[in-house]
């Protein structure tokens, strides 16, 4: 679905989750007007928006203290907000920290069901490979040649998680699945189904 979208469960309405974007800059930034042939970097920002899917906030720096940021504040950097926790972060954080966010709010689903033993194994495996090759055949003359060249290079970035769990069996169980939904902890379920 599309971002801002909405579907109906049992006639609750439910919004979906849609990425959102903050970029602080200065306030002198803010206020420069363009040149002739340039342009500000809150103009070049506009003009990637469409590339970023989602919904791109260009705040000055004046205003930091309205915003929830992880990690120390820095001006012309990109940050991704986290839905359910309400706070930004650094892209190269995000994707581990929204799995994180996942996996807790699973666990706390269960404890609700009545789990008292649960055991989590997430192995999240990221390879990028780059090739490049080329060759050349070269006749002089009598004399035949054959070129060829070819570089490779392999990343590969591994999380793993592997954890038991063991709870107590004092908890109200949950009856229905409606109890869930109407949970203000619970917020990707809605979502999943």
């Known amino acids: ?3 801002g979208s909405t579907r109906t469960l049992k006639k609750q309405m439910f919004k979906n989750d849609c990425l959102e974007y903050l970029v602080l800059i200065s306030d002198e930034e803010l206020e420069m007007k363009p040149y002739l042939c340039s342009s500000t970097y809150r103009n070049r920002i506009k003009a990637t928006e469409k590339n970023l899917h989602g919904i791109i906030n260009i705040v000055p720096l004046s205003e930091v203290n309205n915003y929830r940021i992880q990690g120390i504040i820095k001006t012309n950097t990109l940050y991704v ?3 359910k926790e309400n ?8 994707e581990h920290e929204y799995m994180k966010s996942q996996i807790l709010e699973l666990i706390y689903i ?16 990221i390879s990028n490979s780059f090739t490049i090759g080329g060759g050349a055949n070269v006749n002089i003359g009598q004399i035949q040649a054959e070129l060829s060249s070819e570089v490779s290079k392999l990343a590969t970035k591994s999380n793993n998680l592997a954890t038991k769990l063991e709870f107590d069996k004092n908890i109200n169980i949950v009856k229905s699945i409606d109890e869930l939904h109407k949970d203000k902890k ?6 999943k189904i």
């Open 1 to 3: 679905m599309l971002c």
């Open 110 to 125: 269960f404890r609700l069901t009545g789990a008292i033993e649960l055991e989590i194994n997430y192995i999240n495996d």
């Open 87 to 94: 706070i930004y972060l650094s892209p190269s954080k995000f």
């Open 186 to 191: 619970i917020h990707y379920l809605p979502k």
């Open 81 to 83: 907000k986290l839905p």
